[in-house]
C-alpha cells in the first residue's frame, strides 16, 4: 500500500534544531523523487527541499536554504530533512512527498503523508 510516515516534529526554540523523517513501509517510492513542503496556519503551502530519485540532486525552497538539509536513504527507504538554525516563521506543518514528474516544486508531487507539527517558539 502507497503510503507515506512522517515522524519527528515537535517543539523548538529558536536557532535550534529538529530532524524529520519520513518512511515509507510499503516500499512504494525508492524509484520516486521526494521532498518536503510545509503549510504554516492561513498560509498557502510552501516548497521546502526537492530530492531526485537517485538522491545526487537537491533542491530548497530560498525561505530554507543553508538551513536545512534534505536527504534520503534507499536502503531503508527512508527520506530526512535536517533542521537547523530554526526560526518561529519556520512553524508550520510539514509534509512529505512522493511523484515521478519532478522534485522542484510542491506540484511535482503526487503522493503526501499525513504531516508532522513543527513549532518554533521565540
Known amino acids: 500500500q502507497a503510503q507515506l510516515v512522517e515522524s519527528g516534529g515537535g517543539l523548538a526554540q529558536a536557532g535550534g534544531s529538529l530532524r524529520l523523517s519520513c518512511a515509507d513501509p510499503g516500499h512504494t517510492f525508492s524509484t520516486y523523487h521526494m521532498g518536503w513542503s510545509r503549510q504554516a496556519p492561513g498560509k498557502l503551502r510552501e516548497f521546502v527541499a526537492g530530492i531526485n530519485w537517485n538522491g545526487d540532486v537537491l533542491v530548497y525552497g530560498s525561505s530554507v536554504k543553508g538551513r536545512f538539509t534534505i536527504s534520503r536513504d534507499k536502503a531503508k527507504n527512508m527520506l530526512y530533512l535536517e533542521m537547523q538554525d530554526l526560526k518561529p516563521s519556520d512553524t508550520a506543518v510539514y509534509y512529505c512527498?512522493?511523484?515521478?514528474?519532478?522534485?522542484?516544486?510542491?506540484?511535482?508531487?503526487?503522493?503526501w503523508g499525513q504531516g508532522t507539527q513543527v513549532t518554533v517558539s521565540s
Open positions: 512527498g512522493a511523484g515521478l514528474s519532478g522534485f522542484r516544486s510542491t506540484s511535482d508531487l503526487s503522493y
